[in-house]
T-cell receptor, first 112, second 114 residues
């Protein structure tokens, strides 16, 4: 089935550093979403992107919807210990197909 | 506003046994989703309901998995009989309508099949 290639698989950074992760697909999506999952919990939506080229911020998080509609990236600035978790990208084709296709996730560890 | 509720939170069974998971979506949400999340992977959609009708069950292993959403509110997901490879977290999510509306996830049920 459809897969999203998410990288890197894991990151270990120092508190205060900036982080960047991205997601690519072989086919087009009309919506890109970024989720964070804490241990023992379900994913929580961080940012939703609906238009190609769109750049959206949510506090220290910034995400962009690639012009080709086949990729997206997420940046976290000035990381803090509570940023630790697994970040997932997800694509949605839209139209009559609202199914979310998730990447494999990026495990972020922040060293205080 | 109460979130998506799931139970049980953890379940350990032996292979070939049966198991059922329960989900109560956010009040008023018409769409309900069941996802399977294998360790190290992102969630994979198993089935999507719109009210009490199935919208998409293309990735549901129908020989052993079944789901229902009677009365368009609560939902149950059943596995019968379970296999070792069914060990995963089963996530329930709900959204007000299809489309752009955010999917809100529950905490999941962690299943271990021995």
């Amino acid at each position: 089935g459809q897969q999203l290639n998410q990288s890197p698989q894991s990151m270990f950074i120092q508190e205060g550093e900036d982080v960047s992760m991205n997601c690519t697909s072989s086919s087009i999506f009309n919506t890109w979403l970024w989720y964070k999952q804490d241990p023992g919990e379900g994913p929580v939506l961080l940012i939703a992107l609906y238009k190609a080229g769109e750049l959206t911020s949510n506090g220290r998080l910034t995400a962009q919807f690639g012009i080709t509609r086949k990729d997206s990236f997420l940046n976290i600035s000035a990381s803090i210990p509570s940023d630790v978790g697994i970040y997932f990208c997800a694509g949605q084709r839209g139209g009559s197909n609202y199914k979310l296709t998730f990447g494999k996730g990026t495990l972020l560890t922040v060293n205080p | 506003e109460a979130g998506v509720a799931q139970s049980p939170r953890y379940k350990i069974i032996e292979k070939r046994q049966s198991v059922a998971f329960w989900c109560n979506p956010i009040s008023g949400h018409a769409t309900l989703y069941w996802y399977q999340q294998i360790l190290g992977q992102g969630p994979k959609l198993l089935i999507q309901f719109q009210n009490n009708g199935v919208v998409d069950d293309s990735q549901l292993p129908k020989d052993r998995f079944s789901a229902e959403r009677l009365k368009g509110v609560d939902s149950t997901l059943k596995i019968q009989p379970a296999k070792l490879e069914d060990s995963a977290v089963y996530l329930c999510a709900s959204s007000p309508l299809q489309g752009r509306e955010t999917q809100y996830f529950g905490p999941g049920t962690r299943l271990l099949v021995l």
